[in-house]
């Protein structure tokens, strides 16, 4: 059973309007989240992260939302751009296994012109 | 710095056989870390190593082995390749034992057919 979930495989948007890919997760113990994004034919690379005593954490034109009630965040990508076309991988981990982080399945992300 | 290099970049292998996929990193990294990518699943933990001779066990470590003599190196061994092995393997490394905090960088994958 997936602790982590994108439930959406893609997702489309304008270039220039905001992205939104949305993450779930199942344990309630997760205390830190990541996004990774990943080219075609490329290894991930790190994003953004945030750490669970936070509910927003901004860097450029990236922002990950955390609504731990809902067990919920959310990537908002302002404005979006053609390079953001990629896959994006929301990561959980637990603070008492540090060193193991859990991916969800990814959501594949186009930006149309 | 050529960063995570992984080895070979494709491969073929027919049931039963055996081989190892290669990782070395030059940046000097503590963890490093093995995933395979399939399609719906996302990237799955298969081991990971904190240190040269530590090794762990993640998710879905059946079926692989790993070994970390060296700092640099970090290489995953298929002992008898099985079709559900198909799959891309990336490997990854970051500066500290705890990849929350530090970075992970990512190695470019291999991507293994099994017959």
């Known amino acids: 059973d997936q602790q982590v979930k994108q439930n959406s495989p893609s997702l489309s948007v304008q270039e220039g309007r905001i992205s939104i890919l949305n993450c779930d997760y199942t344990?309630?113990?997760?205390?830190?989240f990541l996004w990774y994004k990943k080219y075609p034919a490329e290894g991930p690379t790190f994003l953004i992260s945030i750490s669970s005593i936070k509910d927003k954490n901004e860097d450029g034109r990236f922002t990950v939302f955390l609504n731990k009630s809902a067990k919920h965040l959310s990537l908002h990508i302002v404005p979006s751009q053609p390079g953001d076309s990629a896959v994006y991988f929301c990561?959980?981990?637990?603070?008492?296994?540090?060193?193991?982080?859990?991916f969800g399945s990814g959501t594949r992300l186009s930006i149309r012109p | 710095n050529a960063g995570v290099t992984q080895t070979p970049k494709f491969q073929v292998l027919k049931t039963g056989q055996s081989m190892t996929l290669q990782c070395a990193q030059d940046m000097n990294h503590e963890y490093m870390s093995w995933y395979r990518q399939d399609p719906g699943m996302g990237l799955r933990l298969i081991h990971y190593s904190v240190g040269a001779g530590i090794t762990d066990q993640g998710e879905v470590p059946n079926g692989y082995n790993v070994s970390r003599s060296t700092t640099e190196d970090f290489p995953l061994r298929l002992l008898s390749a099985a079709p559900s092995q198909t799959s891309v393997y990336f490997c990854?490394?970051?500066?500290?034992?705890?990849?929350?905090?530090?970075?992970?960088?990512f190695g470019p994958g291999t991507r293994l057919t099994v017959l």
């Open positions: 990561a959980a981990s637990l603070y008492s296994s540090a060193s193991k982080i859990i």
């Open positions: 344990n309630s113990m997760f205390d830190y």
């Open positions: 990854a490394s970051s500066y500290g034992q705890n990849p929350r905090r530090d970075t992970q960088y």
